[in-house]
């Protein structure tokens, strides 16, 4: 009885495992390094950035100040999905090795939007810390190709 037991959930381990490494991606890298997820009635600006097939974010080099939430327009102007994700540079490196293994995987993470081409998307975030944050598109290629900037984040 219990050999069938496990007989009928290894199929189910399969499934699962399988919808993981090519589904949903959420985990919250190092969020509290960069600030936290912005709440939408606290917005104190709106900034957007335009994503294009040159492999730049046009606007990257931000600047901030600290407890500031910024809702970010990214407008993809080009003909390739792209993406924009806010991270240490740490987290961003991490996680473009795990895009490049599994590209089709989308975001879940109030950090990050991916966006198709010829739409709009929105990162909603508040900069709790002075410093610096970078931000990169991590679909496979793009991220060596330069697609990167920075929000200086200036102390209050």
Not at 46 to 75: C, Y
Not at 127 to 140: E, I, R, S
Request: aromatic share 6%.
């Amino acid at each position: 009885m219990k050999s069938r037991n496990i007989l009928i959930a290894i199929p189910g381990i399969f499934l699962a495992m399988t919808a993981m490494a090519s589904g949903s991606h959420g985990g919250g890298h190092g969020e509290a390094a960069i600030g936290k997820p912005g709440v939408a009635s606290k917005v104190t600006r709106t900034l957007t950035v335009d994503m294009t097939d040159d492999m730049r974010f046009h606007s990257s080099n931000i600047a901030v100040k600290q407890g500031e939430t910024i809702r970010f327009v990214a407008k993809n102007s080009g003909k390739v999905k792209h993406e924009m994700v806010l991270g240490t540079v740490k987290d961003l490196k991490d996680h473009y090795e795990v895009m490049k293994k599994n590209p089709e995987m989308e975001h879940a993470d109030a950090n990050m939007v991916t966006v198709a081409p010829g739409k709009s998307g929105e990162v909603i975030w508040q900069f709790t810390k002075a410093g610096k944050v970078d931000f990169a598109c991590l679909q496979p290629g793009h991220f060596d190709a330069g697609m990167k900037g920075m929000v200086t984040v200036a102390q209050k």
